[in-house]
């Protein structure tokens, strides 16, 4: 069990981000990824509130679906009210008002967004991915985390593609390419709200 400890005296060293969870799920294939999506979210959830104990801030990475006319509230609200297939999921991971959320135009959430900014503001230095999907807009956001030296955390329960070997490919790819940590999140322990002292379980320090 890898335990997450406080060794800083300086707030919000880490950040815990929410991969396009946010959706309406209605394009081709959709079913499929919910089929994967919604254990996830489930799980994603607990470690939101988990994370939110510890004093991490969370950040919702979302894609805008092209309405470029809307905030993300609106699209949280569009989906709730259209009744859309992601709608359960929307309700499930809900933001809080305390949350932050950057909308992005293509896969990396990095990419023509404020996240790098938003990251920097809040003196994070360590990432939790999770979110949707998993072998596409997680794994393009972990390599531009990766890119820009954050310290990469992907549980492995907490992000979905639409085939389970299609996500264990991405997360292996994470793990031994951009040397991300891959615990699953039910493995992973908050003491404080920094991951920069992690035990490995039996005590091995990563």
């Known amino acids: 069990m890898d335990t997450i400890e406080n060794t800083s005296n300086t707030k919000n060293k880490t950040a815990l981000i929410i991969i396009d969870m946010i959706n309406a799920m209605d394009f081709e ?6 089929e994967h999506a919604y254990p996830c979210a489930e799980r ?5 509130r988990r994370a939110k104990d510890a004093g991490i801030p969370t950040i919702y990475v979302n894609d805008n679906y092209g309405r470029w006319q809307s ?3 609106e699209i949280v609200e569009y989906i709730i009210e259209e009744d859309k297939l992601g709608k359960s999921i929307t309700e499930l991971l809900k933001p809080a008002e ?4 950057v909308l992005k135009p293509k896969f ?3 990419f023509a967004t404020p996240l790098h900014l938003l990251l920097e503001h809040l003196k994070v230095e360590t990432v939790i991915l999770t979110g949707v999907a998993g072998n596409m ?3 393009f956001t972990a390599n531009d985390a990766y890119m820009r030296d954050y310290k990469l955390y992907v549980p492995e329960d907490c992000t979905a593609s639409n085939t389970l070997s299609a996500n264990k490919e991405a997360l292996h790819l994470i793990r031994d390419v951009l040397k991300g940590n891959i ?3 039910t493995e992973l322990r908050f003491n404080g709200d920094t991951t920069e002292d992690i035990q490995e379980q039996g005590g091995k320090k990563e």
């Open 29 to 34: 294939d959709a079913n499929d990824l919910y």
């Open 71 to 73: 905030d993300f509230k």
């Open 137 to 139: 807009c997680v794994h």
């Open 98 to 101: 305390e949350d932050y959320f």
């Open 183 to 185: 615990t699953s999140s």
């Open 44 to 48: 994603i959830a607990e470690l939101k």
């Open 108 to 110: 990396s959430g990095f």
